[in-house]
C-alpha cells in the first residue's frame, strides 16, 4: 500500500500517486498530491484549473468537455506548462481526475 500524509493522515494512493478513493479529494488532499508530484505550492491559479478538471470531469469520459473549458479559461499553453510542468498527467493526478 501507498500512501500520502494529509494534516497527519494517511491517504492511500495508488503506486503511480494517485488517489484510489476520489471521494477523499480535498484541496488538503490535492496539497499532498501537487508535493509528490514536485509542486511545491498550489496557487488560486493551480486551483482554477483543478476545479476546471473536477467540475467537468463526470461529463466525458475521454475529457473532451475538460479541454474545451480549459481552452476557454486558459488559451495561453505555455501558462498551463508553467503551472503544471508535468502536463495533463501531473494535472489530472492532482485534480483526482482520469487521464485524457
Not at 494517511?10 to 471521494?23: C, F, H, P, Q, Y
Not at 488532499?29 to 501537487?34: C, D, I, T
Not at 476545479?51 to 474545451?68: I, L, P, T
Amino acid at each position: 500500500m501507498h500512501y500520502i500524509m494529509v494534516e497527519e493522515e494517511k491517504v492511500e494512493v495508488t503506486e503511480s500517486g494517485r488517489l484510489i478513493d476520489a471521494s477523499r479529494w480535498t484541496e488538503e488532499v490535492a496539497r499532498g498530491l501537487a508535493k509528490t508530484r514536485g509542486i511545491a505550492e498550489l496557487t488560486e491559479e493551480h486551483f482554477m484549473v483543478i476545479n476546471c478538471f473536477r467540475s467537468n470531469n463526470g461529463a466525458s469520459s475521454d475529457m473532451y468537455q475538460v479541454m474545451e473549458s480549459l481552452r476557454k479559461m486558459m488559451p495561453d499553453w505555455p501558462r498551463f506548462k508553467q503551472l503544471f510542468p508535468g502536463g495533463l498527467t501531473q494535472a489530472c493526478v492532482i485534480s483526482s481526475c482520469t487521464e485524457p
